[in-house]
């Protein structure tokens, strides 16, 4: 019997994701621009990639780099005008691009005109916009902040003797999600880009969105952790399925939320489509593979296992077996480059490894996620000195270490591997100045290996580089619907140098193998011959295969058989 398909677009579409300030600068002020992006939009749809999601374009103070939103329905200045949006809108839909749009809810900038009013007085009619303490109800709960020096999420406010609640920075006030008349507004700013004709939003920490009012203590079933607890809102399903039923119900659009600790055991209650909440989300359980438990930014003293990760990517896939949809990814503005953490990104393995990877995310279930730059195989830049910074996160935990007399040392050893900004250098075009991102200073420093062939021209002429394989690669997926709906079968588990598994749709079988050894291997399998498999896809020459069941894998390689 032939399997049904529930067949979407946004499972079958691949997504590349840009970070508008780094991808291309078109004015000479050394930060990147919408007219940026329309001037690569057929580079873009060269990659063979279906949409794109835009990290936030609109009106800013940039404290988070705009994720602090000031005005929901207005460009930044330094990105364009809505005219250039109007414009990058109108020529990817000529491309057959859609386009996915960041929705950052949780919160507003402090200088959004709904919190200017809110912190006027207690009577103001935007007062209930955001989460206020009376200081004379005493010091409120321990709430904690990601990007707060103090990591305390209450600020005081003199105007009103009041405190108020920031999850992040201190411009980054959270809306008060249980007025309904906060849950209008956003419903009524998503449907000003659909109408736009917008294709879906990626919806930022969305699930923090709902927050115990009374603010009890932290229970004591959260052994200190607030992510989790700020993750388990009381009233967040039941925002999230109104959202669908007012806004999203409507359009033919693609919903991915953003996710930090949400369980595997809470998967379903997102994006069972029976429950008419989000399509799809991004977990956090691989993100926190090589770090240390319980701190999202520090990096763990043990190396990360092949067993762990073929687990975790094993274990979301279950959940998805009859239900629900997943999401595919590696980096992207808040982590690392996948190569530098994932991969081996010395000069002897970048290669085989970026590839690899590349390999990896195209051949699983669910909506494979790139990172711009990605295609090209981009690493960490690994700055040596905190003036090199530019996010916020880095340079907070930095003074937070140096006014408590910690090792300063070890932190920006640590930031190495660990900071934002090694996912945020500028995108590396070609080996002139400033690698053809902008010809003015840019807003933060490119990494120097644009020089030595990690950059689009070089590998655009090269059959064999990095950029050529993804295109390749891409089109191996596009054009076998196993690798997009197919079951997924993982081979022994246990093997710490080669992750091993199938692909299955009715009768046909893709046996994929993806060494993650700096090693020769060789890989045995026992599960089922293998004599009459096509080699469809390889990073590197085909492997040798001693007897149809014992394959020689090189460093990094990555290989895609199907069973004939």
Same mark, same amino acid.
């Given at each position: 019997?032939?399997?049904?398909?529930?067949?979407?677009?946004?499972?079958?579409?691949?997504?590349?994701?840009?970070?508008p300030?780094?991808?291309?600068?078109?004015?000479?002020n050394?930060?990147?621009d919408?007219?940026g992006?329309?001037k690569?939009?057929?580079?873009?749809?060269?990659?063979?990639?279906?949409?794109?999601?835009?990290?936030?374009?609109?009106?800013?103070?940039?404290?988070?780099?705009?994720?602090?939103?000031?005005d929901?329905r207005?460009?930044?200045?330094?990105?364009?005008s809505?005219?250039?949006?109007?414009? !990058?809108?109108?020529?990817?839909?000529?491309?057959?691009?859609k386009?996915?749009?960041? !929705?950052v809810?949780?919160?507003?900038?402090?200088?959004?005109?709904?919190? *200017?009013?809110?912190?006027k007085?207690?009577?103001?009619?935007?007062?209930d916009?955001?989460?206020?303490?009376?200081?004379e109800?005493?010091?409120?709960?321990k709430?904690?902040?990601?990007?707060?020096?103090?990591?305390?999420?209450?600020k005081?406010?003199?105007?009103?003797d009041?405190?108020?609640? &920031?999850?992040?920075?201190?411009?980054?006030?959270?809306?008060?999600?249980?007025?309904? *008349?906060v849950?209008? $507004?956003?419903?009524?700013?998503?449907?000003?880009?659909?109408?736009? @004709?917008?294709?879906?939003?990626?919806?930022?920490v969305?699930?923090?969105?709902? *927050?115990?009012?009374?603010?009890?203590?932290?229970?004591?079933?959260?052994?200190g952790?607030?992510?989790?607890?700020?993750a388990n @809102?009381?009233?967040?399903?039941d925002?999230?399925?109104?959202?669908?039923?007012?806004?999203?119900?409507n359009?033919d659009?693609?919903?991915?939320? $953003?996710?930090?600790?949400v369980?595997i055991?809470?998967?379903?209650?997102?994006?069972?489509?029976?429950?008419?909440?989000?399509?799809?989300?991004?977990?956090?359980?691989?993100m926190?593979?090589?770090?240390?438990?319980?701190?999202?930014?520090?990096?763990? *003293?043990?190396?990360?296992?092949?067993?762990?990760?073929?687990?975790?990517?094993?274990?979301?896939?279950?959940?998805?077996?009859?239900?629900g949809w997943?999401?595919m990814?590696l980096?992207?503005?808040?982590?690392?480059?996948?190569?530098?953490?994932?991969g081996?990104?010395?000069?002897? &393995?970048?290669?085989?490894?970026?590839?690899?990877?590349?390999t990896?995310?195209?051949?699983?279930?669910?909506t494979?996620?790139?990172?711009?730059?990605?295609?090209? @195989?981009?690493?960490?830049?690994?700055?040596?000195?905190?003036?090199?910074?530019r996010?916020?996160n880095?340079?907070?935990?930095?003074?937070?270490?140096?006014?408590?007399?910690?090792?300063l040392?070890?932190?920006l050893?640590? $930031?190495?591997d660990?900071?934002?900004?090694?996912a945020?250098?500028?995108?590396?075009w070609?080996?002139?100045?400033?690698?053809?991102? #902008?010809?003015a200073?840019?807003?933060?420093?490119?990494?120097?290996?644009?020089?030595?062939?990690?950059?689009?021209?070089e590998?655009?002429?090269?059959?064999?580089?990095?950029?050529?394989?993804?295109?390749?690669m891409?089109?191996?997926?596009?054009?076998?619907l196993?690798?997009?709906? @197919?079951?997924?079968?993982?081979?022994?588990?246990?093997?710490?140098?080669?992750?091993?598994?199938t692909?299955?749709?009715d009768?046909?079988?893709f046996?994929?193998?993806?060494?993650?050894?700096?090693?020769?291997?060789?890989?045995?399998? #026992?599960?089922?011959s293998?004599e009459k498999?096509?080699?469809i896809?390889?990073?590197?020459?085909?492997?040798s295969?001693?007897t149809?069941n014992?394959?020689?894998?090189?460093?990094?390689?990555?290989?895609?058989?199907?069973?004939?």
């Amino acid at each position: 019997m032939k399997n049904e398909l529930n067949r979407q677009w946004w499972k079958e579409g691949i997504v590349y994701q840009i970070y508008p300030r780094s991808f291309q600068d078109t004015t000479g002020n050394g930060i990147g621009d919408i007219q940026g992006i329309i001037k690569r939009l057929d580079y873009i749809k060269n990659l063979g990639v279906d949409i794109i999601w835009l990290n936030p374009i609109y009106e800013s103070p940039n404290d988070d780099n705009g994720y602090d939103i000031s005005d929901y329905r207005n460009i930044m200045a330094e990105f364009g005008s809505m005219a250039d949006f109007d414009e !990058l809108l109108q020529k990817m839909k000529e491309r057959g691009l859609k386009l996915v749009m960041d !929705l950052v809810v949780n919160h507003s900038s402090d200088e959004h005109e709904w919190f *200017k009013e809110s912190r006027k007085s207690r009577d103001n009619p935007y007062r209930d916009y955001y989460h206020w303490w009376p200081a004379e109800k005493g010091t409120p709960p321990k709430r904690w902040s990601f990007f707060d020096v103090e990591s305390n999420a209450w600020k005081y406010d003199e105007q009103t003797d009041a405190y108020y609640l &920031h999850c992040f920075s201190v411009k980054q006030p959270d809306l008060k999600w249980e007025n309904k *008349k906060v849950r209008q $507004e956003v419903y009524d700013l998503m449907k000003f880009w659909f109408e736009k @004709g917008v294709d879906g939003f990626r919806m930022d920490v969305i699930s923090f969105i709902s *927050k115990d009012t009374n603010f009890p203590e932290l229970p004591a079933s959260y052994n200190g952790e607030f992510i989790p607890f700020y993750a388990n @809102g009381p009233k967040l399903h039941d925002y999230l399925q109104e959202m669908n039923e007012s806004v999203l119900q409507n359009y033919d659009v693609m919903t991915v939320g $953003e996710a930090p600790g949400v369980t595997i055991d809470q998967a379903l209650n997102f994006v069972d489509a029976d429950r008419k909440e989000l399509d799809m989300f991004f977990h956090f359980d691989l993100m926190a593979l090589d770090r240390e438990e319980g701190e999202t930014f520090l990096m763990a *003293k043990e190396k990360w296992k092949l067993s762990e990760f073929k687990k975790i990517h094993s274990d979301w896939d279950a959940v998805f077996a009859e239900k629900g949809w997943g999401s595919m990814y590696l980096n992207n503005h808040d982590f690392p480059r996948s190569v530098s953490r994932w991969g081996n990104d010395s000069r002897t &393995h970048w290669y085989s490894s970026a590839t690899m990877l590349q390999t990896f995310l195209l051949s699983m279930r669910g909506t494979p996620y790139f990172y711009y730059g990605e295609e090209i @195989g981009m690493t960490n830049i690994k700055f040596d000195t905190i003036s090199d910074y530019r996010d916020i996160n880095t340079i907070n935990r930095y003074k937070t270490i140096e006014a408590n007399g910690g090792d300063l040392k070890a932190f920006l050893e640590n $930031e190495k591997d660990a900071s934002r900004d090694n996912a945020r250098t500028p995108m590396q075009w070609d080996n002139s100045k400033n690698a053809g991102f #902008t010809t003015a200073q840019p807003w933060l420093k490119v990494n120097a290996n644009f020089k030595h062939g990690v950059n689009v021209a070089e590998q655009d002429s090269n059959k064999d580089s990095v950029l050529n394989y993804f295109r390749n690669m891409v089109q191996v997926r596009k054009n076998n619907l196993a690798l997009i709906y @197919g079951t997924y079968t993982l081979l022994q588990k246990d093997n710490e140098a080669v992750y091993a598994y199938t692909r299955t749709l009715d009768d046909t079988v893709f046996l994929v193998l993806l060494s993650f050894s700096t090693k020769n291997t060789s890989f045995t399998l #026992t599960e089922q011959s293998f004599e009459k498999a096509k080699l469809i896809i390889s990073n590197d020459d085909a492997p040798s295969i001693k007897t149809d069941n014992i394959f020689e894998l090189k460093p990094y390689q990555a290989c895609i058989y199907k069973l004939m």
